[in-house]
């Protein structure tokens, strides 16, 4: 049922695929998707390889467990960024060895760490790292954040929290943000463009 859909969706839009396995993604490809999203470790170079027969973009995850489903820590420094520079840097090398052209990294701001269970340190965290996106740029490669939603810290107000984090984010130089709230985001990132 998912190469139909991927099919029909193709046809008028980008089509973005996460799975862990190889034989998906060759499906999905064959299908007219043409973002890969690799949010585990799981058949890295064959996924990457199959990403260069394509000719598709591959979303690069912060992260070394074979699938995002696997609970991981991030490093517990008050900068997150030099961590995430030394991860993502011989990873996008590696992904160009392989023939992948279109290489996008992502923080992984929309995962589970099981050192980051408090949530006011998590919000900490994921602020920190979506302000001072724009240090990513030293990789050559486009930037995406998933922006949180803090149901702690937002209550039945969650929904607007992917709007405030949205500011940070743009300030801080992301390039492609993933959300569920599309229209509020939209609205908050259309009034810093026209304020800047």
């Known amino acids: 049922t998912l190469v139909p859909a991927v099919k029909g969706l193709a046809a008028e839009a980008l089509v973005s695929v996460e799975t862990y396995e190889p034989t998906v993604v060759r499906a999905c490809l064959d299908a007219g998707a043409r973002v890969l999203n690799m949010t585990g470790r799981e058949h890295e170079d064959e996924m990457l ?22 609970i991981a820590d991030v490093p517990p420094d008050a900068d997150p960024v030099p961590a995430l520079l030394d991860h993502f840097a011989p990873r996008i090398t590696h992904a160009r060895s392989l023939g992948v052209q279109k290489v996008v990294i992502d923080p992984g701001m929309g995962f589970y760490y099981g050192n980051l269970v408090d949530p006011p340190a998590r919000a900490r965290h994921q602020l920190r790292v ?31 929290a992917e709007g405030f984090y949205g500011v940070f984010a743009a300030l801080g130089g992301t390039h492609l943000v993933r959300t569920h709230e599309v229209a509020p985001l939209r609205v908050v990132l259309r009034g810093l463009a026209e304020l800047e």
Do not use: M
Not at 131 to 158: W, Y
């Open 49 to 70: 390889a199959l990403a260069a027969e394509y000719d598709a973009a591959v979303v690069v995850c912060f992260g070394e467990s074979a699938n995002v489903r696997e």
């Open 130 to 160: 979506l302000a001072q996106g724009f240090r990513l740029r030293a990789l050559g490669v486009p930037v995406c954040n998933a922006v949180p939603h803090s149901f702690d810290l937002f209550g039945d107000e969650f929904r607007k």
